[in-house]
């Protein structure tokens, strides 16, 4: 009898020529480790449930490059920390695109801390720590320039897991969908009393991506 359900070869997906081209810019020298990145993504990070089997066609456009080109809003030298880091979006597409920035990655959840690690070893990416903790949990401890995040709570909770790990004078940086107005609206309150500014929607990577990246700035005000 015939095996009708061969076992599935989990292969890393080349990136479609449009996005080869935003890669190469957003990328440059370092390709190679985002291919690395997005290896570690469609076979570990699938298999230990990181992210769903679905996304692996959509890991160079949605994904990585979505979330690398945030790193043109981000100084030189600078420092930031990415709260609920996850598979690494955006903490490690940001490190990977801009090695003279510090990355911290803040994510509770051991599973996944534990492939972070495991990725940031492999890639060799000096420019990382992990920090296996809520974000709640550091305040006082990591600090960055940048705050970031992406996908991990509406505005009004996330505000108060972002403002408090930003250096005053420094920005967080959420990535949002289409609700990004509708969100800032409902915050608006929770934001001023925890410091910050007037939060603005800014667009990033509309050079490179058929599909900019929406971003939430948040300046934080220095005391
Ligand atoms: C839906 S995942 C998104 C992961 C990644 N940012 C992405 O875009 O693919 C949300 C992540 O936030 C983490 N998380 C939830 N609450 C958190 C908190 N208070 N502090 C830090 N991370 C948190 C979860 O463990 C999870 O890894």
Redesign the pocket.
Known sequence: MTDPSPTPVAVAPDPSVDELAAATIVFGAHLGLARGFVRHLSTSGIERGL?GPREVPRLWGR?VLN?AVVADLMDPGATVV??????G??GLAIAIARPDLELHL????ER?VTWLNEVVGDLSLPNVTVHR????QVVGQVSGDYVT?????ALSTLAG?TIPLARPGGEVLA?KGRSAGEEIEKARKIIRKLGGGPAEVLVAGAEVLAEPTTVVRIPVRIP
């Not at 803040?106 to 959840?109: A, D, F, S, Y």
């Not at 903790?133 to 709640?136: I, S, T």
């Open positions: 992210l994904h979330c990415d709260v609920g880091s996850g598979a979006l955006p803040v994510e509770p959840l996944r903790a809520r974000a709640e995040a992406r996908a991990v709570s897991w990535i």
